[in-house]
């Protein structure tokens, strides 16, 4: 029993130690630190004596939010936490006499990294007898009053400013006192991170202006003030004409405006208003030789060209106008070949604006380019396509519909392609397929009848002729010469027959030995019957002579 007793304590205690080795070498290392000091002195008396401290991990990483302790000679003067950059400016305050004097910094470390201590030598020429930092609070504090945009007349002024001490602490709850021009404005406080934002009013005119926010101290504090300059600008209006037009007038506040080369002007007013405007026209609304515009409406949906604009702060106004080029058409058939201008009757064109638009030639002309369309980032100049619907030769449309389509440019020339055809049409004997006739008539699909002759061969060959039907008949043929349609879709040889006397006469001989073949078949008896009524008649003849 006294065994076993001893057993589970030797046991127990293996275990023990086992358990204690396994915590302590889990236990982390506390991580080394490192400090770095640079004596400041400032005779000025802004910051008085002071170091600056830079706290690090031994791999140099900063260290943050870290407390210091400083010492002048083995008397604690401050106590100070590190930024994010592990840096800190310590003042070590007033009431130092010259001499050689030993400054210490000590870090006393925390959970994760080591503490550590550094000293430095400083030797002041003459005493710094006027400053009493109290816990570290530097005097006087720094006022910064950010950078104001420029702001058009009329708007208010927006000033940000912040007032720390010179360790960078935000100072809150201190009374400010604000200057426009020497004149006062405001006053403030700031808020828990030293801040106020103070509108100044908009009373102001264009130019610039001077701020001038003072601090005018407390008990732990020595006032201190800042100025910054702010611009109150114009407010400016810009005319934008859509699409980009050039040396287009607009009359503005009685001023005469024209647009530069990107279609753009812009105009200045002194002071907030309501101001008159006008878009003024153009002689012939011709903006040069091969482009014409008229306006339409402006982007905020005034429609009329004379207008009032009010103006309280910057404004983009854009003038919609339509846009006429000039365009002309050339024709070319399947071979791309000209046609004559002549032969064409009429060119009928519809645009993606829903237009129908008949022409009686292709002579040089304006179209439509753009419409305007307003959509929700402003007006758009929509390009208008064109699409060629009819193109009428001879009486009959040449071209298929909506096929061909064009968008309007400057000086364009549009090549629409014909659909013509050529025919060769030869008339013969329907029986022995000879040449018969002179010519032929072709009646065309607009109803007029031409007469076309034949040429060497007694043939015709005619084309290019547009598609259609065409009523055939073959001239100075004797015979009977009917008119025949023919469809001219493609390149074709038409041959007409012609039942000529010819014909009609072998006919007739063919329908009478048809007819007495027909007659005498199975009767040949009725072939004799001729020789019997002559012998009958000679026989009668005899005997009347004999009587006689």
Excluded: C
Aim: glycine content about 8%; overall charge negative.
């Amino acid at each position: 029993m006294i065994r076993q007793v001893l057993r589970f304590i030797a046991v127990s205690l293996a275990l023990m130690v086992v358990l204690v080795t396994t915590v302590q070498a889990q236990e982390t290392p506390l991580s080394a630190s490192t400090l770095w000091l640079t004596p400041i002195l400032d005779q000025q008396a802004t910051l008085g004596l002071a170091v600056e401290a830079v706290l690090t991990s031994a791999s140099g990483d900063p260290l943050a939010d870290m407390t210091l302790s400083a010492y002048v000679d083995g008397e604690l003067r401050a106590f100070v936490l590190t930024d994010d950059n592990g840096h800190a400016l310590i003042a070590l305050g007033g009431r130092i006499r010259a001499g050689s004097h030993t400054i210490r910094v000590d870090f006393a470390g925390t959970s994760d990294y080591q503490a550590v201590s550094r000293q430095t030598t400083v030797s002041l020429a003459e005493a710094i007898p006027q400053l009493d930092v109290r816990e570290a609070q530097i005097n006087p504090p720094r006022l910064v009053i950010h950078p104001a945009a420029a702001v058009p007349v009329g708007r208010s002024i927006v000033v940000d400013i912040q007032i720390s001490n010179a360790l960078g602490r935000a100072l809150g709850n201190l009374p400010l006192v604000v200057y426009v021009d020497g004149v006062q404005v405001r006053r403030a406080r700031t808020d828990e991170d030293g801040l106020a934002s103070i509108g100044l009013g908009n009373e102001y005119s264009v130019g610039t202006h001077d701020v001038q926010v003072d601090f005018i101290g407390t008990e732990a504090y020595e006032p201190v003030s800042a100025t910054r300059s702010v611009v109150i600008n114009p407010i400016e209006l810009t005319i934008q004409t859509i699409p980009p037009l050039p040396n287009m007038p607009f009359s503005f506040n009685g001023s005469l405006l024209e647009t530069d080369t990107d279609g753009v002007v812009r105009t200045y007013v002194s002071q907030p208003g309501t101001y008159p405007l006008v878009a003024l026209p153009i002689e012939n609304n011709q903006v040069d030789g091969s482009t014409r515009a008229e306006f339409q409406r402006w982007s905020d949906s005034v429609f009329t060209d004379e207008r009032e604009v009010e103006l309280t702060s910057n404004e983009v106004l854009q003038a919609g106008y339509t846009v006429e080029h000039l365009i002309s058409m050339t024709f070319n058939d399947l071979d791309n070949q000209p046609v004559q201008e002549d032969r064409v009757d009429t060119i009928t064109l519809r645009s993606s604006a829903g237009d129908h638009l008949t022409f009686e030639d292709g002579q040089t002309r304006w179209l439509q380019a753009t419409r305007i369309n307003r959509r929700r980032e402003g007006l758009e100049a929509t390009t208008i396509q064109y699409s060629v619907e009819e193109v009428i030769v001879d009486g009959s449309n040449v071209v298929n519909r909506y096929q061909q389509r064009f968008y309007i440019n400057p000086n364009d020339v549009w090549e629409i392609q014909l659909l013509l055809y050529h025919a060769v049409i030869q008339a013969r004997d329907a029986l022995f397929n000879f040449p018969v006739g002179t010519g032929i008539n072709v009646t065309l699909p607009s109803g007029e009848t031409i007469y076309y002759p034949y040429n060497a061969d007694n043939r015709l060959e005619i084309g290019p002729m547009g598609r259609g039907t065409y009523q055939l008949q073959v001239v100075g043929a004797a015979g009977m010469a009917s008119v025949t349609p023919t469809a001219l879709t493609r390149n074709q040889v038409v041959d007409l027959k012609v039942l000529t006397v010819v014909d009609m006469a072998v006919g007739v001989v063919a329908g009478l030995v048809v007819g007495f073949g027909l007659l005498f078949y199975g009767r040949p008896f009725l072939l004799k019957l001729p020789l019997r009524i002559a012998s009958s008649q000679a026989r009668r003849l005899q005997a009347r002579r004999k009587l006689s």
